[in-house]
């Protein structure tokens, strides 16, 4: 292997190069938990990259699941409150009404959102809370153990699903982001990843539209997320990337589904 | 001197090779030795950087910080005001 180029930056390089990219303030010192190759750190990193451009973080609650991101406080340097399973979404419409001027988030795993919290996440949509709701869908239960999720694809093996998901008795992976946009009071609706930079600077673009939104009162903005569970999808980070685009994709196209008139 | 630099929080890296992968210079790899945490951990291994920042929006773990050649600085190195009559004018930029 190549020799180890040294970390230190040589009196020339001092000299003629800037720094173009550092971790954000808004992410705290701790460490994140997550396994390696993790899309959840990916997500809070870019959400925290944002609220930092947007010099947003004394305006900014998030409202933390339960799922691998219950810690989701102990990273992102902002005020946060924890919630029931599946009832974030329910918790930031709460916030957001006693404190209307602040910008309000769920963040929420596939579990959470579209299995325990179905009711929550829709009514909360259908009622147009001027909230942004941050849906990572890794397609299974990541936090205990890897069991099938609402969105688990069919003929993905889970823990609780060793020979694979069929319809025949678990039914369809849900699409709820898509059952979503059209309830009327959902404004912006897009389905985005983190799997390449390009993926990751359009994830940026969409929490950026939808802190905006969320500033001009337009409604609900819904991003999904389709990210991936090295743990429990039992690959490597760089495999399960590429089973998430060869696999994931096809199921849940990445893209704009409604954006504001 | 390359265009660009990166450096990483080693103790912090989780050897997830997303950034490798992402380096369009082949610029990076993981280290023989591990790191507190037991992770081989990602390593510039080439002086071919260009500051692109690719590895850094991949990886998860916010481990990388990244440097690019200043862009050349834009103020002008004359200007010509009031001419009432044809000026010739030859500029010798050192700056390259
Ligand atoms: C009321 C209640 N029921 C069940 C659980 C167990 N539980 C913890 S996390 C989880 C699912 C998490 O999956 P997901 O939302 O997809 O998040 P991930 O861990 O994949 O990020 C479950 C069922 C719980 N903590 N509380
Ligand atoms: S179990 Fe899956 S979702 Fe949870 S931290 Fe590990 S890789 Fe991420
Ligand atoms: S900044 Fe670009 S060229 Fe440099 S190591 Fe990272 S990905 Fe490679
Ligand atoms: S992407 Fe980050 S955590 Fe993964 S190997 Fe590279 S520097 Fe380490």
Redesign the interface.
Same mark, same amino acid.
Request: charged share 20%; proline share 12%.
């Given at each position: 292997?190549?020799?180890?180029?040294t !970390?230190d930056?040589?009196a020339?390089?001092q000299e !003629?190069?800037?720094?173009?990219?550092?971790?954000?303030e808004t992410?705290t010192e701790t460490?994140?938990h997550?396994?390696? /190759?993790? /899309?959840?750190?990916?997500v809070h990193?870019v959400l925290m990259e944002v609220v930092e451009e947007l010099d947003i973080q004394d305006k900014t609650i998030g409202i933390a699941p339960v799922g691998c991101s219950v810690f989701a406080y102990h990273y992102m340097n902002i005020d946060m409150q924890g919630a029931a399973h599946g009832r974030a979404s329910a918790v930031a419409t709460a916030v957001k009404r006693l404190l209307p001027d602040r910008y309000v988030f769920a963040y929420q795993g596939d579990g959470d959102l579209a299995a325990i919290g179905t009711a929550e996440t829709i009514h909360t949509c259908n009622r147009g809370e001027n909230i942004m709701i941050v849906f990572i869908n890794n397609a299974i239960y990541g936090m205990t153990g890897g069991q099938m999720a609402p969105t688990t694809l069919l003929g993905m093996k889970t823990s609780t699903s060793p020979t694979g998901r069929t319809v025949e008795t678990a039914g369809f992976p849900i699409m709820i982001t898509n059952m979503i946009a059209m309830l009327p009071g959902v404004a912006y609706v897009t389905r985005q990843s983190?799997?390449?930079?390009n993926a990751?600077?359009q994830l940026k673009k969409a929490f950026t539209k939808g802190f905006q939104y969320q500033k001009e009162h337009k409604g609900t903005c819904f991003i999904e997320v389709v990210s991936n569970c090295p743990s429990g999808w039992k690959m490597?980070?760089?495999q399960a990337?590429k089973w998430l685009v060869e696999n994931m994709f096809p199921v849940y196209p990445p893209g704009d589904i409604k954006v504001p008139a | 001197m390359a265009k660009g630099k990166v450096t990483f929080d080693i103790e912090t890296c989780k050897g997830c090779e997303l950034c490798i992968e992402a380096c369009p210079q082949l610029s990076l790899a993981l280290s023989s030795k591990i790191n507190a945490q037991g992770y081989h951990y990602a390593v510039l291994i080439k002086d071919n950087c260009t500051g692109c920042v690719n590895c850094a929006l991949v990886c998860p773990d916010a481990v990388i910080t990244v440097y690019r050649q200043k862009k050349k600085s834009k103020t002008p190195v004359a200007r010509i005001t009031n001419v009432t009559q044809n000026i010739t004018v030859t500029i010798d930029d050192e700056r390259k």
């Open positions: 292997m190549s020799p180890e180029i !970390q930056l040589t020339e390089e !003629q190069l800037e720094c173009v990219y550092a971790k954000p992410l460490r994140f997550y396994c390696p /190759g993790c /899309g959840h750190s990916v990193r983190v799997e390449t930079p990751v600077r490597t980070p760089l990337n | -």
